[in-house]
């Protein structure tokens, strides 16, 4: 590991589009600026994954990307073009779904305790078989296992038979396996093994162990030790036993490696004083979102919200209710193992007491020194809600306090994941007040980021993590950065979304109306969106809300109900010539917004990554529809019009933002000295509040803010943006301006963004 990371270009690597095609990439990336590929991950997966976070062969580079020979190939073409490679690693699970893929997982199923792979698995060998929920919801369902090829087969399910096992019926084979094959709907209840969230075909992994840390990290080490890597994205730290302990091992072994952690800090929350160079970024999207909403309409949107659904919400008590659920059925096996842990006390009032501490930490997980302020701040809020559980409360807390107590190293991975299913996986969905806020890394409650906020997040930031990465979009968001972006439009607009709103929802009513008012923000946000996807979308954001229905128990008339709205955009000639109009008419300023809030990602300190397609319009929903086929012939064919002075206007087509990408990657990347600081450039005069300007030691960056209040205000008029530098150049329009006060109204003619940077030296001696 050498080459320092400037940015990155996120791709989604995956049967479909390969380590190949990947590398047919290399040169349209170099000329839009990145200096580094960011791929999935690349060890061999599920056969079919289309994500590769269920790892099934650490050993060897999955064969459905093409394995290393085609590792080998995108390397080449990577560094052809002048480019580095940051790989993705999955340390805290692996896939298991099919036992027969994963050499290690098929060891233990059929030896038990006894197999070589048995301490890989976080594995509670105490409670008898390890439970496999891959069977019917049905008493008669071992009636269907067979014997077949010297296997137990349960339909397209293979599983080993232990040796000297395998005489008789299969059922009495089966009760002789070290494993039990249960009902699905035990998955939550009663497993043996850790999972990853509620996912049962994904096992917890003991990379604490140093020798399992060995065996699943050899081969992405050995890439990094011969220089074909700079750079590692680690997932999911907070699943982990000993994430400090974990990162100080991964960081000895690449001690000059980019390294950052997969970590969702809440608002406000810092990250651990860890030996890694920053997160992935999902606490800067949040604030640069933020930058876009107007903080003056939360009072209007609560109104909406609490007339739609007919009660006001709130947020701390949804995000409560929610996070009890998680830990109480989804993450009840979990549960169950933490409550075995204090036998001194009655197992309900432990397990009651323990879901409740969950459902009250205020962060994913809890880490010294803050880690002991959010545990006192759970056990009051927790004895606020149940006093009765004062006792149980008050012993538990006394021993999670203690660092080697068995209890505090556990509990600390299942608040994390209550967390994740609670609020990111089902809180997110149930409060619709204002979707543009429910994001990954951000707070519905938190109604957008004034500037000044923004820019005391951004100095210290440049302080503190001047290299961690800064993202508004990813395969985990829930919606991409353009459909957020047209969005923050409604909140400038609020009176006017809340009378069109309400016309509709009277006019295709649907049960919950708060899953209504999200599924018509979302058309709104996306529109024109394929009725295919926003049927695809509906159907997940409903059973992930589990409030009408649900994965495990969907109801079908309500299904039936919300389809037929979707169905309504599209055929109802009306309504879908009201949704075409209303859409239409605030695109333009989310364009802008979608502009503003880019440049402002890419400008501002840490390590920008563009997601794969986001560098032209891209208006995906929540994975998998995030993970759609580009089209990169268009983008190069774009790019290669930008390079030959075309100067695009905004619109459809999405070039302008190919110019504001490309144009701000490469002054990062051909002279990074003009980005070595940060500091604030308030504008001056009656408009000042519209644009948010920061310096960047060389660089300023200017964007254009709620720019339909701007508009409605007579736009710019005389205010000025004062500069340090006497004579610069907009990298988007080739203008350049002199002074110490440009007038904005010049400026931001043409584009609502602009990048301005001092002549360069050397051309000039050129």
Request: glycine share 8%; aromatic share 8%.
């Amino acid at each position: 590991m050498a080459a320092a990371v400037t940015s990155t270009y996120r791709v989604q690597i995956r049967p479909g589009f390969d380590l190949d095609a990947t590398a047919g990439l290399a040169g349209y990336l170099a000329d839009l600026g990145v200096t580094h590929l960011y791929s999935a991950p690349l060890l061999t997966a599920t056969p079919g994954s289309a994500h590769g976070y269920d790892v099934v062969d650490h050993r060897t580079v999955n064969p459905e990307l093409g394995g290393e020979p085609g590792r080998r190939r995108l390397l080449g073409a990577l560094r052809t073009a002048g480019l580095g490679l940051v790989v993705d690693i999955v340390p805290n699970h692996a896939g298991v779904a099919q036992p027969v893929t994963n050499p290690a997982w098929w060891d233990v199923l059929r030896r038990g305790r006894d197999s070589a792979y048995a301490r890989w698995f976080d594995i509670d060998w105490e409670r008898g078989r390890l439970l496999l929920p891959v069977l019917a919801d049905d008493p008669a369902a071992q009636a269907d296992l067979k014997i077949v090829d010297g296997e137990l087969r349960y339909h397209e399910h293979r599983f080993p038979i232990a040796d000297g096992t395998g005489q008789g019926t299969a059922r009495e084979v089966h009760d002789r396996q070290h494993y039990e094959l249960v009902s699905w709907r035990r998955g939550d209840t009663e497993l043996t093994y850790r999972r990853f969230f509620a996912v049962a075909g994904l096992a917890g992994l003991r990379v604490e162990d140093p020798a399992v840390f060995t065996a699943t990290h050899q081969l992405v080490l050995a890439w990094a030790a011969a220089g074909e890597i700079d750079g590692i994205r680690v997932d999911h730290p907070d699943g982990l036993r000993d994430p400090a302990g974990y990162l100080t091992r991964l960081r000895a072994a690449v001690p000059d490696g980019w390294l950052v952690v997969e970590k969702i800090l809440e608002y406000g929350e810092e990250l651990p004083d860890w030996p890694v160079d920053g997160t992935t970024g999902y606490e800067a999207l949040a604030a640069v979102s933020g930058l876009f909403v107007d903080p003056d309409a939360e009072g209007d949107f609560t109104a909406l919200d609490t007339r739609l659904v007919g009660r006001p919400t709130s947020w701390p008590d949804l995000t409560h209710d929610s996070k009890l659920a998680a830990a109480t059925r989804l993450l009840s096996a979990e549960l169950t193992r933490l409550a075995a842990l204090a036998p001194e006390l009655d197992r309900h009032v432990v397990r009651v007491a323990l879901a409740e501490l969950a459902a009250a930490f205020a962060v994913y997980r809890g880490y010294p020194p803050e880690g002991a302020r959010h545990l006192a701040a759970a056990r009051a809020e927790a004895g606020r809600r149940r006093p009765e559980l004062t006792g149980a409360l008050d012993a538990l807390t006394r021993r999670l306090r203690d660092p080697d107590d068995e209890l505090a190293k556990r509990f600390p991975q299942l608040t994390g994941a209550v967390m994740a299913k609670g609020v990111e996986d089902t809180a997110f969905y149930r409060w619709s007040r204002f979707v543009a806020l429910n994001e990954v890394g951000g707070s519905p409650a938190h109604f957008g980021t004034p500037p000044v906020e923004f820019h005391r997040f951004a100095a210290a930031r440049h302080v503190r993590w001047p290299a961690a990465m800064t993202t508004i979009s990813t395969h985990d968001t829930k919606r991409s950065e353009d459909v957020r972006a047209r969005l923050a439009v409604l909140s400038e607009l609020p009176e006017r979304w809340a009378a069109r709103v309400g016309g509709w929802l009277a006019r295709v009513p649907l049960p919950d109306p708060a899953i209504a008012h999200l599924l018509w923000q979302t058309a709104v946000g996306a529109w024109p969106v394929e009725r295919a996807r926003l049927h695809a979308y509906a159907e997940k954001a409903a059973r992930e809300a589990s409030t009408a229905t649900s994965w495990a128990d969907p109801d079908p008339g309500f299904e039936r109900a919300m389809h037929a709205l979707v169905d309504a955009l599209y055929d109802d000639p009306a309504l879908n010539a009201e949704l075409d109009a209303f859409a239409a008419e605030i695109t333009p300023a989310g364009w802008s917004n979608s502009l503003g809030q880019k440049l402002v990602q890419l400008a501002m300190p840490g390590v920008p990554d563009t997601y794969q397609g986001t560098e032209l319009w891209d208006n995906s929903l929540v994975d998998p529809d995030n993970r759609r086929r580009v089209d990169f012939a268009v983008r190069r064919d774009l790019l290669a019009r930008l390079d030959a002075g075309w100067l695009p206007p905004v619109d459809a087509s999405g070039a302008a933002k190919l110019l504001v990408v490309s144009r701000t990657l490469r002054l990062r990347r051909d002279r990074p000295g003009l980005f070595t600081g940060y500091r604030s450039v308030p504008a001056r005069g009656p408009a000042a509040g519209h644009v948010v300007a920061f310096d960047r030691g060389g660089a300023i960056a200017v964007a254009t803010r709620l720019p339909v209040r701007l508009a409605v205000a007579g736009g710019w008029r005389a205010t000025t943006l004062p500069i340090s530098v006497h004579g610069v150049t907009d990298m988007f329009t080739g203008r350049v301006y002199s002074g110490s006060e440009l007038l904005l109204d010049a400026l931001l003619s043409t584009y609502p963004v602009a990048l301005l940077a001092p002549a360069d030296p050397a051309e000039a001696a050129a």
